[in-house]
């Protein structure tokens, strides 16, 4: 008696292949170190960013590989801002800069913000903004900075 398994026809496969490629959690790093947005991530794939998001829902270890990027990429441009700060005022785009940072990292508003639902009976919403701060004292030496030349 022929086994039933063999007798079955194979299904064909439908949609697309996957573009998933073998050294994408490897190459999602590199690009994160150089600064990249994800824009630029999914043009080095040639996908686009909504299939970065997709192959991140699929594959656990590009989710974190890819976070892992984009902490990458902060580092990057924080990094080069700091580098900026050591620059001639004529050389230094500080405004420019922080509004770059603002656009595409969280966290790098100008805006203050107090989460609500953090703050507890006793009323630690004074708590300080450190990083907030940070940013805040960056921008004025570079405002002093270029009002001084």
């Known amino acids: 008696m022929p086994d039933t398994e063999q007798l079955q026809p194979q299904k064909p496969r439908t949609g697309r292949p996957t573009k998933y490629p073998e050294d994408a959690c490897k190459r999602i790093i590199e690009y994160g170190k150089q600064g990249m947005c994800m824009a630029e991530m999914a043009s080095e794939f040639e996908v686009t960013r909504e299939t970065l998001y997709e192959w ?7 989710s974190d590989s890819l976070s892992c990027a984009q902490d990458l990429a902060e580092g990057y441009w924080a990094r080069s801002i700091r580098n900026g700060l050591q620059l001639p005022p004529s050389e230094y785009q500080g405004a420019a800069n922080l509004k770059y940072m603002a656009q595409r990292f969280r966290g790098w508003s100008e805006k203050a913000h107090v989460d609500t639902k953090d703050i507890g009976a006793e009323g630690d919403a004074d708590t300080p903004d450190l990083r907030g701060e940070a940013r805040k004292a960056a921008f004025l030496l570079s405002k002093a ?3 001084a030349e």
Do not use: L
């Open 56 to 62: 991140a829902r699929v594959h656990p270890d590009f």
């Open 145 to 147: 900075a270029q009002s």
